[in-house]
């Protein structure tokens, strides 16, 4: 199996910046420290290139992106300052999506050790999200493999509003997304399908609502392939989330997800997404056990 890093390409933060860079090598050395992967099953993906983030997002927001012109509003509601490595590791976490649904749909599954950056619009980004890596990706998938239906299962705490703003209109990608209520975006997208949960709420009553939800999405949708945003927000203890959720109950959604998926053949590219655990040791805990579900879900 290969999973896909970029977690070499670090941005220049300023001190006490709430984004947790440190997060991403940490979930690659903790997977090495497992015993169940090799060195050489974690690849650096190349870099998606103009083409491809084109065909997702629109060519002068790329173009503002790559030559720092954008306004101070934009840059703020992305959250980082930007600089010639946040393009590049936007480009390279794009990337290691792009690489993992091509892995997945001749292995089963892949992923990458990153990404699920769904807040990023066709042309702008916020919350942490520059290009929305699942969108590069699906438009890759269809471009490059002919795949006519892909469905993206959204298990961030927070709504995938920038991948559903996308692909809104579009019978060819049906979204999901799964989500606190009261979490931002402030202003949810239409999603084709979207199940808000309450503050607070738990893992049985989680649970009951995804295995609802997920059966409509492939039930609507019949998927090629499908994109997991597996984020570890809707834990207990994270800063961000609202939801309740303790380590078992992300233990089995995951195996809820990547279990309904194996079991209908379905081709899944995983992506890491959120996690802000009060110690961030967890949230690596909860990203570094999606992909040892996957793991025992063994190749296809
Ligand atoms: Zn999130």
Not at 41 to 70: K, M, T, W
Not at 171 to 190: D, L, M, Q, Y
Not at 257 to 281: F, Q, S
Request: glycine share 8%.
């Amino acid at each position: 199996m290969t999973l896909f890093y970029s977690d070499v390409f670090v941005l220049p933060l300023p001190a006490h910046h709430r984004f947790p860079m440190g997060k991403y090598a940490r979930i690659r050395n903790r997977l090495l420290g497992s015993g169940e992967f090799a060195e050489d099953d974690f690849r650096v993906p190349e870099a998606a290139n103009d083409a491809e983030i084109s065909r997702a997002h629109c060519p002068s927001y790329l173009a503002r992106i790559v030559a720092g012109q954008l306004t101070a509003r934009e840059q703020r509601d992305i959250g980082f300052p930007w600089s010639e490595r946040m393009v590049e590791r936007s480009r390279r976490s794009s990337g290691a999506t792009l690489a993992a649904a091509r892995e997945a749909l001749t292995r089963g599954w892949s992923a990458n050790l990153a990404g699920g950056t769904h807040h990023a619009f066709r042309d702008r980004g916020e919350g942490f999200c520059v290009f929305n890596d699942c969108a590069i990706a699906a438009r890759a998938m269809q471009s490059e493999a002919g795949l006519a239906r892909i469905a993206i299962v959204d298990c961030d705490v927070h709504q995938g509003n920038g991948t559903a703003a996308i692909f809104a209109g579009d019978e060819s990608v049906f979204t999901f997304s799964i989500h606190g209520a009261r979490n931002f975006p402030f202003k949810k997208e239409a999603s084709d399908l979207d199940i808000e949960l309450a503050d607070g709420t738990g893992d049985d009553e989680y649970l009951w609502h995804l295995e609802r939800g997920l059966d409509e999405t492939l039930e609507r949708s019949r998927p090629h392939l499908a994109f997991y945003l597996a984020g570890a927000d809707p834990y207990e203890d994270d800063r961000l989330g609202r939801l309740k959720l303790t380590k078992h109950g992300l233990a089995r959604r995951d195996a809820l997800v990547l279990g309904t998926l194996a079991a209908r053949g379905i081709p899944v590219a995983i992506a890491m997404a959120g996690g802000y655990a009060r110690d961030i040791e967890d949230s690596i805990e909860i990203h570094a056990n999606t992909i040892l579900t996957a793991r025992t879900m063994g190749e296809r």
